[in-house]
């Protein structure tokens, strides 16, 4: 998880502010609700700055720059799976059509994971001289 106990810090406080706020964003419609929604992405914001405060004694890193647009467009292709799914299942009256929309959701998000992201660090893997 993480190298250094610096990192195992700051990604414990990702994990607490993570998991407080999605408990405020379950509970939104009272007042602890909003208050926890809030602290939870303070201590989102102060693991972001946790782990940039150690960025830079992590020296060198071994992937070589490139490549920035396809490993985006996978993110986005995966991202995208994701949203036809959570959009488009409540807009589909039959449990039929909305499985096959569950599926093509999936299947987007399997082929920017699985096809696209390795297509995109392996241009400039490491091992390819």
Do not use: D
């Not at 693991?47 to 060198?60: D, N, Q, Y």
């Not at 799914?85 to 059509?97: E, M, R």
Request: hydrophobic share 55%; net charge positive.
């Amino acid at each position: 998880m993480a190298a250094n106990s610096g990192q195992g810090r700051s990604f414990g406080v990702l994990l607490v502010g993570l998991t407080v706020a999605c408990a405020g964003l379950a509970s939104w419609s009272g007042g602890l609700g909003k208050l926890l929604t809030l602290v939870g992405v303070v201590l989102m914001v102060v693991s972001l700055v946790m782990a940039l405060g150690i960025k830079h004694l992590e020296g060198r890193v071994a992937q070589r720059p490139g490549g920035e647009g396809a490993k985006l467009f996978g993110a986005l292709i995966a991202l995208l799976g994701w949203i036809v799914t959570v959009l488009g299942v409540p807009h589909v009256p039959s449990t039929g059509g909305r499985i096959l929309l569950a599926l093509v959701g999936i299947a987007t998000s399997l082929f920017g994971i699985i096809v696209v992201l390795p297509a995109a660090y392996n241009k400039n893997a490491i091992w390819k001289t």
